[in-house]
């Protein structure tokens, strides 16, 4: 890593935004110059908790667009403006990280990239998940074989509460875990995208959302999305031909490795073959419970530091264009269907 200082603005300051900017604050060698958010009382939170950055209201952003010295710029405002500030700052030459989902089409996702690798800049999604110690134990698991064949990943992530009306319930969450699977899988293109969701407090707004993929080599995934729940859940099962997986995010233990599964067994058929099933020639294995000590650092700063890096040194983030436009492609082909009347 080279000693540059590397000097960063930031375009919203609401639910997400305060932990984007202590993060990137206390980088070393990275410095927040700007803050715009159109609120006055985000504002003011800026300019006591950061006297070195600038707290500045919508109509004066023009600063930021305009200032040499900003290097890159952190976009964590509503998902649907996420493309057009992502856009103005390529082509004001700064390098862009932005909260998920990068943008809301595909097509956008493309935009952005031909304009990033035109003016050679860093575009980077903010799946902060894949910065998380317990994802990437996950995925080392997956990676050695250990698990055995994937055959399939079921995630939950539920709450009760904090209900949006910009996006539904599977734009609020999904992203997450979607990001998730696709970093455990090697960010492979789905066979079959289905969805089935339900409005109940606003009317075309999902309060729940039942996401089911197909992979392939048979791998199926199935993810659960709720604001409408009467448990927090942040859970991932995955199941291997050999072992299996439980993440559990708001456990104090975030990984606990089954040695569980079914065999089957080689029985000597009458013809001298073992492809002959008769009942009971299957063996229930059960073996060690395993949950191992996961070394914990804040997934947003290992995020926030990637990106400074990616920028320092010409490198691809992990979360950047081509994952993050996978993320967004399996979003929208997973467009709400007509609802039934009941």
């Not at 952190?74 to 004001?92: G, I, Q, Y």
């Not at 030459?93 to 990033?116: C, D, N, R």
Request: glycine share 6%.
């Amino acid at each position: 890593m080279t000693d540059q200082k590397t000097t960063v603005a930031q375009l919203g300051c609401g639910y997400w935004g305060p932990n984007l900017l202590r993060n990137f604050s206390a980088l070393q060698g990275c410095g927040v110059k700007y803050v715009v958010d159109a609120s006055s009382d985000r504002r003011r939170f800026v300019e006591s908790n950061y006297p070195l950055t600038r707290a500045i209201d919508v109509g004066e952003s023009d600063a930021v667009w305009e200032d040499p010295e900003i290097d890159a710029i952190v976009v964590a405002t509503p998902a649907a403006s996420h493309f057009e500030l992502s856009k103005r700052a390529l082509e004001s030459g700064k390098h862009i990280f932005v909260e998920k989902p990068l943008a809301t089409t595909t097509s956008e996702v493309e935009e952005l990239a031909a304009i990033g690798k035109e003016k050679d800049l860093v575009i980077m999604a903010g799946h902060t998940f894949i910065y998380n110690s317990a994802v990437r134990y996950v995925k080392d698991l997956i990676d050695s074989g250990e698990l055995g064949d994937l055959r399939y990943i079921y995630s939950q992530r539920l709450n009760l509460g904090r209900i949006r009306s910009d996006i539904d319930a599977l734009w609020n969450f999904a992203p997450h875990d979607i990001s998730i699977i696709q970093y455990w899988l090697n960010d492979p293109e789905p066979l079959s995208v289905s969805r089935q969701g339900m409005d109940y407090i606003q009317s075309g707004v999902d309060d729940v959302v039942f996401l089911s993929l197909v992979y392939p080599n048979k791998i199926m995934a199935n993810i659960h999305v709720s604001w409408l729940d009467p448990q927090k859940v942040r859970k991932m099962i995955v199941v291997g031909s050999r072992k299996m997986v439980v993440y559990d995010d708001v456990s104090d233990n975030k990984i606990a490795i089954f040695d569980k599964g079914i065999d089957r067994l080689h029985v000597l058929g009458e013809h001298m073959d073992f492809d002959n099933l008769r009942p009971n020639e299957f063996s229930h294995r059960s073996g060690d419970l395993l949950m191992p000590q996961i070394n914990f650092v804040e997934p947003l700063r290992t995020e926030a530091q990637h990106f400074v890096d990616c920028i320092r040194e010409k490198l691809t983030p992990i979360t950047g264009i081509n994952h993050a436009k996978h993320v967004v492609s399996i979003l929208e082909k997973a467009r709400p269907i007509e609802k039934i009347s009941i």
